[in-house]
């Protein structure tokens, strides 16, 4: 173990002012920290927006915003919270640190490349803000962006689509470089079969980038010539077809709920091994599983259509394939659990916020096969059910396995820990405002709530009071949780080179990891979850 | 421990990103064969409109141009930089040829009214009207790109001429070169879509 007091890559390399040795850094863990730096500012900036959101349905009739701005307000929301946190949140973040940290690499394959996807991401995200305030003022249409709306509202969407289209051309990149990276830079001895499930799951996340997302791109290009030129292409009065626009979209969208949430798994496959001193159940299902659904979750983007207007054939084909879906996925959480049965279980941060996941997506999953079938989305379509079902699979999902990413890596980053106690208080917290938020959407949507309208009938108030209050009970946790870590990242305790006693490359290192990772690339002997060869590479 | 050059690395890295660019287009190949399918008159009614002998010659010219980019490689790679060069400042040439011939085509459909927003533009049936709102949108998106691979080459040229890139290090010119030869086959789809079939 090196000395104590090594501060590792987060050192001053050389005589730089201290900023610009950050942003014009090359190396793939200061590169990360931007992101999650970034990341972390846009997720605490997009749940003001939810609060205020949800502070406008405490009461019927209008309590603290127009009509005109809570469209701008859940738009903005969805915007940030989509593009800018969830979307490069845990591949941008985490997976920029890990990667070739996992893997006994030095660094990603193209290390300027990867340094140019966060300047164009940054970039989107500064345009993204200017749109707000400048132009017709902040747009309005929703995070989809549908036509007819999106192409006549006077408010600056063109700009907004820019933002988008830019953080978009930013994933590509980051996917071509992680798929090269994979392909190119394992050590020695790490052959497909020990890699460890995180990589995999980064590697069908970054296919589905490569794949999906020049699609949204030239969506986006086409509404904004629509606007700015004008050809009608989806604009029925001049033999246009606005549906064309919705395939368009979702053709990206769908996959890009991968892209969410396929991260994720790989995180809760990293921390749920090492808390139950067991190896993974079924590795093989579950790296084939994230590339399962990374194919099959491109195919069913047709159950956002149901009430759009599509044939018969063609809501009962992607009702099927939708279902289709959930096998890969049901596997994955099977595996987990069978990986915690009889192990011998510790319930540290990292593992509390892992659970908390298998229990809240099994539950967005769950209700997300209402959605997929037809006959019960005629239902429940645009409802606030939608609303719950999605907060549940991307917030109780992806965001929790964020949290689960921040308590389990935090230490290997700044070699510091956090407190214990505060850090499961805090997710005691969470967890509950988690679901006194979202559970009462469901049931509201269950009634027949619409989403997107900033007024309700009276008779949904009770519900919508419980949930304005789980939403303040979710801040005070969120506070408490960024505190902790933030006050652990400055001033905890000396973690040590491997806190959790696992077994995969990135714990064998210092805390924090010298510059160039590995003074020689490691001969990898054993598999990531070999856990009785915990510290030896 | 320091990064070796990986030009294998490289390459895949580029064909995946050479992958997004053709989906790039795949959206719009994808409205085509949608508005074909339901306004087929209109089509073919559109493209009788455009000057096939043009499109013609912009095929044959990127078609020897992906020919001289592929010449100037292997130049390189035998060690006669010279001659690369010259290939390199040729392949750019007719890049330029390709975005003058394809202004001209533009001009002369505006000059008839057919432009965005034009009034002519406006009065023919919906389905001409979308005809040439692909028709724009498409060749417009490609000729950016045209731009695009000219400006990679020009500064592939450079490095030529400063002995970065070499017979040994022609990692960059490959790529260069593979740029070009997916903008030429994007035209090779567009010019029988628009020009020929219909
Ligand atoms: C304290 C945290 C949060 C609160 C209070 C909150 C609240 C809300 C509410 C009430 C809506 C519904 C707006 C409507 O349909 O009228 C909404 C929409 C949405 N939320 Fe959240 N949310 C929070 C966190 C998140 C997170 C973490 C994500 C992403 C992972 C997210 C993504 C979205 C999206 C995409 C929409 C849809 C926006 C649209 O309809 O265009 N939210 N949120
Ligand atoms: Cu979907």
Redesign the pocket.
């Known amino acids: 173990m090196a000395k104590q007091n090594d501060r590792g890559f987060l050192q001053a390399s050389n005589r730089q002012p201290l900023l610009f040795d950050w942003i014009f850094s090359v190396d793939h863990k200061r590169i990360g920290l931007l992101y999650l730096y970034s990341v972390g500012a846009f997720f605490l900036s997009?749940?003001l927006l939810?609060?205020l959101?949800?502070l406008e349905?405490i009461a019927p009739g209008p309590t603290i915003a127009t009509a005109q701005t809570y469209n701008a307000l859940?738009?903005l929301?969805?915007v940030v919270?989509?593009f800018l946190?969830?979307i490069p949140g845990i591949p941008g973040a985490f997976g920029n640190i890990m990667l070739p940290l996992q893997i006994g690499a030095q660094d990603v394959a193209f290390p300027r490349l990867n340094l140019l996807s966060w300047w164009l991401y940054i970039l989107g995200a500064f345009m993204a803000l200017t749109s707000l305030f400048s132009g017709g003022g902040p747009p309005d249409t929703?995070?989809?962006f549908y036509v007819p709306f999106s192409s006549e509202t006077p408010t600056n969407v063109s700009l907004a689509l820019l933002a988008v289209f830019i953080i978009g051309f930013s994933s590509i990149l980051t996917g071509v470089n992680f798929v090269t990276t994979i392909h190119r830079l394992r050590s020695p001895g790490m052959h497909w079969g020990r890699l460890p499930l995180f990589i995999w799951s980064l590697y069908a996340t970054a296919w589905v980038q490569i794949l999906a997302t020049p699609v949204l791109g030239i969506t986006v290009v086409l509404v904004m010539v629509e606007r700015i030129i004008g050809f009608g292409l989806f604009d029925p009065a001049r033999g246009g077809d606005p549906i064309l626009y919705q395939h368009l979209f979702w053709i990206y969208s769908h996959p890009a709920v991968y892209i969410m949430v396929l991260p994720a798994m790989g995180v809760i496959s990293e921390i749920i091994p090492v808390f139950s001193r067991k190896p993974t159940f079924g590795y093989k299902a579950i790296a084939a599983s994230s590339v399962a659904i990374a194919a099959a979750g491109s195919l069913v983007w047709g159950h956002h259509m149901f009430v759009s207007g599509m044939s018969d054939t063609a809501i009962l084909i992607f009702s099927l394939l939708t279902f289709l879906v959930a096998i890969p996925s049901a596997v994955k959480v099977f595996n987990w659990v069978a990986t915690l049965y009889r192990g011998s279980i510790s319930l540290e941060p990292p593992m509390l916020f892992a659970l908390a996941f298998v229990f809240l997506f099994s539950i967005g999953g769950l209700t997300g096969l209402i959605l997929g079938s037809a006959s019960t989305d005629m239902h429940v379509h645009d409802t606030h059910f939608v609303?719950g079902h999605?907060?549940y699979v991307?917030?109780g999902g992806?965001?929790f396995a964020f949290f689960a990413a921040l308590h389990y890596w935090l230490p290997k980053i700044f070699g510091r820990l956090y407190n214990m106690k505060i850090a499961t208080v805090a997710w005691a917290i969470i967890f509950v405002g988690f679901n006194l938020?979202y559970f009462p959407m469901m049931l509201v949507g269950l009634r027949g709530m619409p989403?997107?309208?900033y007024d309700y009938l009276p008779h949904f108030q009770g519900l919508n009071m419980v949930s304005t209050i789980g939403?303040w009970v979710?801040?005070i946790g969120l506070l408490l949780m960024f505190i902790n870590l933030y006050r652990g990242m400055r001033r905890g305790a000396f973690a040590g080179n491997n806190p959790w006693q696992a077994a995969t490359l990135e714990w064998v290192p210092t805390s924090p990891p010298p510059e160039e990772n590995f003074s020689h690339p490691p001969q990898v002997t054993h598999g990531p979850y070999d856990l009785e060869q915990a510290g030896k590479p | 421990m320091t990064m070796q050059p990986d030009a294998l690395g490289a390459r895949i890295g580029m064909w995946l990103f050479l992958f997004s660019e053709l989906l790039l287009f795949g959206g719009l190949f994808l409205l085509y064969a949608v508005y074909l399918a339901r306004y087929p008159a209109d089509f073919a009614a559109g493209g009788q409109q455009l000057d096939a002998l043009l499109g013609t010659g912009n095929t044959l010219l990127l078609i020897t141009s992906s020919l001289t980019v592929a010449l100037a490689l292997s130049a390189l790679q035998q060690g006669r930089r010279q001659l690369c060069q010259i290939l390199l400042c040729a392949t750019i040439f007719a890049s330029l040829l390709f975005l003058t011939i394809k202004g001209v085509e533009w001009q002369a459909k505006f000059a008839h009214g057919i432009f965005p927003g034009g009034t002519e533009l406006e009065s023919l049936p919906v389905g001409q009207q979308i005809f040439f709102g692909l028709y724009f949108v498409t060749t417009g998106l490609h000729g950016l790109h045209v731009l695009v691979g000219a400006a990679l080459l020009l500064w592939t040229l450079g490095l030529t001429h400063r002995g970065q890139v070499t017979a040994e290090n022609s990692v960059m010119l490959e790529n260069g070169a593979l740029y070009w030869h997916l903008v030429d086959l994007i035209w090779i789809f567009i010019f029988p879509l628009y020009y020929l079939l219909l």
């Open positions: 997009g749940v939810g609060l959101i949800r349905l859940f738009t929301h969805g919270m989509i946190f969830i929703g995070w989809t609303v999605f907060h991307m917030f992806t965001g938020l989403r997107r309208y939403s979710l801040a």
